[in-house]
């Protein structure tokens, strides 16, 4: 009699917790839905803020002149670095000795292959 009393008690507590645990899912989800909506509110607050301060940039920027293109190439002009003379000189030296080098080379190749193409043909 006993043993069955304690299942039952054992039944009835497990029955209770199942209860008190789907009332707690469900007030758990319900707080969930409700923090979400709020974070959605947020962040559609945010996003027309950030629309109306580009908004207003964009006014901004349009009152602005329009510059020309010949102002602003003349502009990037002025932001290059041009070489000195003297390294104008150095340069042009180095890529006419390089295409001679180049040049040697290549009839070098040329002229060897000629010969033993000569001596196995």
């Known amino acids: ?3 069955k009393k304690k299942v ?3 039944e009835f507590s497990e ?8 009332h707690l899912q469900e007030e758990f989800v319900e707080e969930i839905d409700e ?8 962040d559609i607050s945010s996003k027309k803020e950030k629309k109306e301060k580009d908004s207003k940039k964009k006014k901004v920027t349009k009152k602005e002149k329009k510059e020309s293109y010949i102002h602003s190439v003349r502009k990037e002009l002025k932001k290059v670095v041009w070489p000195k ?3 104008i000189l ?3 030296l180095a890529v006419i ?7 040697l080379f290549f009839a070098g190749v040329e002229l060897l292959a000629a010969f033993i193409k000569g001596v196995f043909v």
Not at 15 to 22: N, S
Not at 35 to 42: A, D, F, N, Q, S
């Open 8 to 10: 039952k008690d054992i």
């Open 90 to 92: 150095k340069y042009t």
């Open 1 to 3: 009699m006993a043993v």
């Open 35 to 42: 923090l979400e909506v709020e974070e959605v509110k947020e």
């Open 85 to 87: 003379g003297g390294d």
């Open 97 to 103: 000795i390089l295409c001679v080098v180049l040049a």
């Open 15 to 22: 029955e209770k917790k199942t209860k008190k645990g789907k």
